[in-house]
């Protein structure tokens, strides 16, 4: 019963995770709290194991959903390579202090960073300022399905100092950076919803594979649930990469905005009650 537990909510994160860019950990983690804690169906599985099981999975939801969108080439390589260089040692000092956060303290925590995510991209349509960053950037150019031009760019120094946190985040969390790059991309560098969705499952990618390193050696996976979750969540991810060749580029913003918005809130009350 629990390894298809496992299965269902491996097959599921890597749907949501690959339709919008978040690599499938911020469903994952959430999900296995809740079940974990609420429903007792795990009751072994620390914070920290929840982390190092998610980050694992999303070595491979972030293979497969790259292989997806190379296809219609959605993914910015070079976009790819410098979040990823900044990022990986971000996620590997975000391993380590994972080890110093109790269940309350990490869903708090994980609850304010969502719902602070969901509220940018709510306003994301006020924010002018965001152009500053593309005039100082390189800019390139993409023309989505609807013949709509986008103009995108961004400084590589300030690129690298803010995937640093991102993966300091991600390392923390196990939620893969997905959630806060894609968001990012959008909001600061005017990517265009599907490039910026594509690009960050290739950097998952990467910074997964740091990632999972630094965790496997603090001891923190769960290698008989990888058994259950891996092969479901690579099955979703192929499922959701599909679906997002069908959805307007807006659509896909405000189902970002709806996922980050309710898991946040709902980890936030976990936190509070829990302390």
Do not use: C
């Amino acid at each position: 019963m629990v390894f298809v537990l496992m299965a269902i909510v491996g097959l599921f994160s890597g749907i949501v995770g690959a339709l919008i860019g978040l690599g499938g950990g911020v469903i994952l983690v959430p999900s296995l709290l809740f079940l974990g804690t609420a429903v007792a169906f795990f009751p072994e599985l620390s914070p920290q194991k929840i982390v190092g099981l998610s980050v694992i999975m999303m070595i491979f939801t972030g293979l497969s959903s790259t292989l997806s969108y190379m296809k219609v080439r959605t993914v910015d390589y070079r976009s790819g390579f410098i979040f990823f260089i900044g990022s990986a040692p971000g996620t590997i000092l975000g391993a380590f202090a994972n080890k110093g956060l109790d269940l309350p303290s990490f869903n708090l925590y994980f609850g304010i960073l969502l719902v602070l995510l969901a509220v940018l991209l709510l306003v994301r349509d006020k924010l002018k300022t965001v152009h500053w960053f593309v005039e100082r950037g390189k800019k390139r150019t993409f023309v989505d399905k609807q013949n709509k031009e986008y103009v995108y760019g961004y400084p590589i120094w300030f690129a690298l100092l803010l995937t640093f946190f991102i993966g300091f985040a991600s390392g923390l969390f196990g939620i893969g950076g997905g959630s806060m790059i894609v968001p990012a991309m959008i909001l600061l560098f005017l990517f265009p919803p599907h490039v910026a969705i594509g690009t960050s499952m290739f950097m998952v990618f990467l910074s997964s594979i740091v990632n999972s390193i630094t965790h496997i050696s603090l001891g923190n996976v769960p290698w008989i649930y990888t058994l259950a979750v891996v092969p479901s969540a690579y099955i979703g991810a192929k499922i959701g990469a599909r679906l997002n060749k069908r959805l307007h580029s807006d659509t896909l913003v405000v189902i970002l905005r709806i996922a980050l918005l309710i898991l946040g809130l709902r980890s936030i009350y976990e936190g509070l009650f829990s302390s």
